[in-house]
């Protein structure tokens, strides 16, 4: 498997933006470990081969077990998510999946049961960005199983 565009190939600054965004998400006070979780699912749902391989090791590296991480896409069906991260999920679903008028008022009564505003705003920004990182590694076709902490 090759890629479609490497690295090099970026125009200067392409990423900036993302990366700042980003930046902002990791330095946000979520926990680090339930974005994982998020950014797996969303990943699963775009079938992003590299962003599994990456957040699967992330995950990892922030305390998530292998058993949490390969079975967060059967989520629904395990006893061993919280409810907080339950919330999370459904609607990290719901937002990639949404339609206009799929995304209804119970998804936010749930979040709010353990998340603030200001916490659901930053989630809603995380999982619109994992969105566009799935889109843009799938465009450029990244390879997976390459992917280190720290890289």
């Given at each position: 498997?090759?890629?479609?565009?490497?690295?090099?190939?970026?125009?200067?600054?392409?990423?900036?933006?993302?990366?700042?965004?980003?930046?902002?998400?990791?330095?946000?006070?979520?926990?680090?470990?339930?974005?994982?979780?998020?950014y797996m699912r969303v990943s699963q749902i775009n079938?992003?081969?590299?962003?599994?391989?990456?957040?699967?090791?992330?995950?990892?590296?922030?305390?998530?077990?292998?058993?949490?991480?390969?079975?967060?896409?059967?989520?629904?069906?395990?006893?061993?998510?919280?409810?907080?991260?339950?919330?999370?999920?459904?609607?990290?679903?719901?937002?990639?999946?949404?339609?206009?008028?799929?995304?209804?008022?119970?998804?936010?009564?749930?979040?709010?049961?353990?998340?603030?505003?200001?916490?659901?705003?930053?989630?809603?920004?995380?999982?619109?960005?994992?969105?566009?990182?799935?889109r843009l590694m799938r465009s450029f076709g990244a390879?997976?199983?390459?992917?280190?902490?720290?890289?």
């Open positions: 498997m090759k890629e479609r565009i490497t690295f090099q190939d970026y125009p200067a600054g392409l990423l900036d933006g993302m990366r700042k965004t980003q930046d902002y998400i990791d330095n946000s006070g979520l926990d680090h470990g339930l974005l994982e979780l998020v079938s992003c081969a590299y962003c599994i391989d990456m957040h699967y090791k992330k995950g990892l590296h922030y305390g998530e077990t292998p058993l949490r991480l390969i079975s967060v896409s059967a989520w629904r069906e395990t006893p061993y998510y919280t409810e907080k991260e339950q919330a999370a999920l459904a609607f990290a679903e719901r937002l990639t999946h949404m339609l206009p008028e799929e995304h209804s008022h119970d998804i936010h009564l749930a979040l709010e049961k353990h998340f603030t505003k200001q916490e659901i705003s930053v989630l809603s920004l995380a999982v619109a960005q994992i969105n566009s990182w799935n390879v997976p199983g390459n992917f280190e902490i720290g890289t």
